[in-house]
Protein backbone atom coordinates (compact mmCIF):
# COMPACT_ATOMS: atom_id res chain seq x y z
CA UNK A 1 0.00 0.00 0.00
CA UNK A 2 1.46 3.55 -0.65
CA UNK A 3 0.39 6.65 0.70
CA UNK A 4 1.12 9.83 -1.81
CA UNK A 5 -0.04 13.20 -2.17
CA UNK A 6 -2.89 13.57 -4.75
CA UNK A 7 -2.30 15.30 -8.20
CA UNK A 8 -4.56 18.09 -9.07
CA UNK A 9 -5.06 15.98 -11.88
CA UNK A 10 -6.63 13.21 -9.56
CA UNK A 11 -9.62 15.82 -8.06
CA UNK A 12 -12.36 13.76 -9.80
CA UNK A 13 -11.04 10.59 -8.36
CA UNK A 14 -10.78 12.05 -5.10
CA UNK A 15 -14.13 14.16 -5.34
CA UNK A 16 -15.84 10.35 -6.10
CA UNK A 17 -14.63 8.80 -3.42
CA UNK A 18 -15.77 11.35 -0.72
CA UNK A 19 -18.67 11.17 -2.57
CA UNK A 20 -19.51 7.80 -2.69
CA UNK A 21 -18.80 7.30 0.91
CA UNK A 22 -21.34 10.62 2.10
CA UNK A 23 -23.85 8.41 0.19
CA UNK A 24 -23.50 5.71 1.96
CA UNK A 25 -22.79 7.50 5.50
CA UNK A 26 -26.48 9.29 4.35
CA UNK A 27 -28.04 6.04 3.75
CA UNK A 28 -27.12 4.93 7.34
CA UNK A 29 -28.67 7.89 8.84
CA UNK A 30 -25.25 9.52 9.86
CA UNK A 31 -25.37 13.42 9.73
CA UNK A 32 -21.27 13.71 8.83
CA UNK A 33 -20.84 14.48 5.64
CA UNK A 34 -24.19 15.65 4.20
CA UNK A 35 -24.20 15.60 -0.17
CA UNK A 36 -25.44 19.42 -0.19
CA UNK A 37 -22.61 20.31 2.34
CA UNK A 38 -19.76 18.23 0.02
CA UNK A 39 -20.71 19.93 -3.09
CA UNK A 40 -20.61 22.99 -1.23
CA UNK A 41 -16.70 22.52 -0.61
CA UNK A 42 -15.76 21.10 -3.97
CA UNK A 43 -13.61 24.13 -4.75
CA UNK A 44 -11.97 24.02 -1.51
CA UNK A 45 -11.01 20.21 -1.68
CA UNK A 46 -9.71 21.51 -5.15
CA UNK A 47 -7.57 24.25 -3.56
CA UNK A 48 -6.62 21.46 -0.43
CA UNK A 49 -5.55 18.73 -3.24
CA UNK A 50 -3.35 21.48 -5.02
CA UNK A 51 -2.18 22.97 -2.32
CA UNK A 52 -0.81 19.33 -1.31
CA UNK A 53 -2.64 18.59 1.67
CA UNK A 54 -4.64 15.31 0.01
CA UNK A 55 -3.31 12.31 0.02
CA UNK A 56 -4.07 9.26 -1.88
CA UNK A 57 -3.70 5.47 -0.83
CA UNK A 58 -2.75 2.47 -4.07
CA UNK A 59 -3.17 -0.26 -3.60
CA UNK A 60 -2.55 -3.20 -6.45
CA UNK A 61 -1.30 0.46 -8.28
CA UNK A 62 -5.30 1.42 -7.94
CA UNK A 63 -6.70 4.47 -6.44
CA UNK A 64 -8.38 3.30 -3.08
CA UNK A 65 -9.07 5.98 -0.48
CA UNK A 66 -8.16 9.38 0.04
CA UNK A 67 -7.27 11.55 3.52
CA UNK A 68 -6.48 15.42 3.77
CA UNK A 69 -3.28 15.91 5.98
CA UNK A 70 -3.25 19.14 7.97
CA UNK A 71 -0.13 20.26 10.16
CA UNK A 72 -1.70 23.81 11.31
CA UNK A 73 -3.12 24.74 14.46
CA UNK A 74 -7.00 23.97 14.42
CA UNK A 75 -9.82 26.45 16.43
CA UNK A 76 -11.12 23.50 16.87
CA UNK A 77 -8.55 22.55 19.05
CA UNK A 78 -8.36 26.29 20.46
CA UNK A 79 -5.32 26.59 18.47
CA UNK A 80 -2.86 24.51 20.31
CA UNK A 81 0.30 25.18 19.03
CA UNK A 82 1.35 20.87 19.30
CA UNK A 83 3.13 19.27 16.55
CA UNK A 84 -0.22 17.46 15.51
CA UNK A 85 -1.22 16.56 12.29
CA UNK A 86 -4.68 17.11 10.98
CA UNK A 87 -6.76 13.92 9.97
CA UNK A 88 -9.76 14.75 7.91
CA UNK A 89 -11.91 13.27 5.10
CA UNK A 90 -10.67 10.05 5.34
CA UNK A 91 -12.44 8.02 2.76
CA UNK A 92 -12.19 4.11 1.49
CA UNK A 93 -13.80 2.92 -1.74
CA UNK A 94 -16.96 0.88 -0.74
CA UNK A 95 -15.81 -1.88 -2.32
CA UNK A 96 -12.80 -1.76 -0.45
CA UNK A 97 -14.04 -0.79 2.94
CA UNK A 98 -14.21 -4.77 4.26
CA UNK A 99 -10.35 -5.57 3.73
CA UNK A 100 -8.91 -3.41 6.97
CA UNK A 101 -7.52 -0.63 5.21
CA UNK A 102 -9.01 1.86 7.89
CA UNK A 103 -6.24 0.60 10.07
CA UNK A 104 -3.53 0.07 7.35
CA UNK A 105 -3.93 3.65 6.53
CA UNK A 106 -4.02 5.65 10.30
CA UNK A 107 -0.69 3.12 10.48
CA UNK A 108 0.88 4.62 7.61
CA UNK A 109 -0.49 8.03 8.58
CA UNK A 110 1.46 7.39 12.32
CA UNK A 111 4.67 6.07 10.60
CA UNK A 112 4.44 9.17 8.59
CA UNK A 113 4.07 11.84 11.71
CA UNK A 114 6.44 10.06 13.53
CA UNK A 115 9.16 10.22 10.56
CA UNK A 116 8.24 14.29 10.85
CA UNK A 117 8.90 14.68 14.69
CA UNK A 118 5.14 15.13 15.09
CA UNK A 119 3.83 14.25 18.73
CA UNK A 120 0.09 13.91 17.62
CA UNK A 121 -2.16 12.80 15.10
CA UNK A 122 -5.78 14.82 15.64
CA UNK A 123 -9.42 14.02 14.17
CA UNK A 124 -12.86 14.69 15.02
CA UNK A 125 -16.29 13.11 13.89
CA UNK A 126 -19.90 13.80 14.60
CA UNK A 127 -20.38 13.26 18.19
CA UNK A 128 -23.35 10.84 17.36
CA UNK A 129 -21.57 8.64 15.36
CA UNK A 130 -21.01 6.02 17.96
CA UNK A 131 -19.60 2.93 15.41
CA UNK A 132 -17.02 5.79 13.97
CA UNK A 133 -16.07 7.03 17.51
CA UNK A 134 -15.68 2.98 18.75
CA UNK A 135 -13.67 2.71 15.71
CA UNK A 136 -11.36 5.51 16.29
CA UNK A 137 -10.91 4.39 19.74
CA UNK A 138 -9.97 0.58 18.98
CA UNK A 139 -7.23 2.60 16.81
CA UNK A 140 -5.47 4.12 20.35
CA UNK A 141 -7.10 7.25 19.75
CA UNK A 142 -8.44 9.10 22.97
CA UNK A 143 -11.41 10.87 23.48
CA UNK A 144 -10.40 14.70 24.67
CA UNK A 145 -13.74 16.13 24.71
CA UNK A 146 -16.73 17.34 23.08
CA UNK A 147 -17.14 20.57 20.90
CA UNK A 148 -20.49 22.21 20.66
CA UNK A 149 -20.72 23.93 16.95
CA UNK A 150 -23.63 25.59 15.29
CA UNK A 151 -24.32 22.43 12.73
CA UNK A 152 -23.26 19.82 15.01
CA UNK A 153 -21.31 18.51 18.46
CA UNK A 154 -17.90 17.20 17.40
CA UNK A 155 -15.80 13.80 19.70
CA UNK A 156 -12.32 15.61 19.42
CA UNK A 157 -9.67 12.52 19.42
CA UNK A 158 -6.12 12.51 19.94
CA UNK A 159 -3.64 9.38 19.57
CA UNK A 160 0.17 10.20 20.97
CA UNK A 161 3.13 9.49 18.36
CA UNK A 162 5.90 9.44 20.81
CA UNK A 163 5.65 9.25 24.74
CA UNK A 164 6.46 11.54 26.98
CA UNK A 165 9.99 9.96 27.65
CA UNK A 166 10.61 10.28 23.61
CA UNK A 167 9.38 13.46 23.58
CA UNK A 168 11.34 14.60 26.12
CA UNK A 169 14.44 13.05 24.79
CA UNK A 170 14.15 14.71 21.63
CA UNK A 171 13.46 17.79 23.09
CA UNK A 172 10.19 18.45 21.91
CA UNK A 173 7.97 17.95 25.45
CA UNK A 174 3.81 17.47 24.32
CA UNK A 175 1.95 20.07 25.23
CA UNK A 176 -1.74 19.74 26.77
CA UNK A 177 -4.80 20.17 24.68
CA UNK A 178 -6.71 21.42 27.63
CA UNK A 179 -9.27 19.93 26.26
CA UNK A 180 -11.37 17.76 28.69
CA UNK A 181 -13.66 14.73 27.89
CA UNK A 182 -17.05 15.14 28.29
Not at 106 to 113: D, F, H, V
Not at 120 to 132: E, I, P, T
Request: a neutral charge.
Amino acid sequence: MNLRQASILEFDLVYNILYENAIWIQSKGVFQWPIDWLDSIRPEIKASIDSGLFYVIELDRKLVATVELRSNPEEIWKNDQAKALYIHKLAICRKYSDKGLGREILTLIKSKAKDNNINYLRLDCVAHNHRLREYYESCEFELKGIVETTEVNLALYEHQIQSQKDAVKDHNPPIKTGLKPS
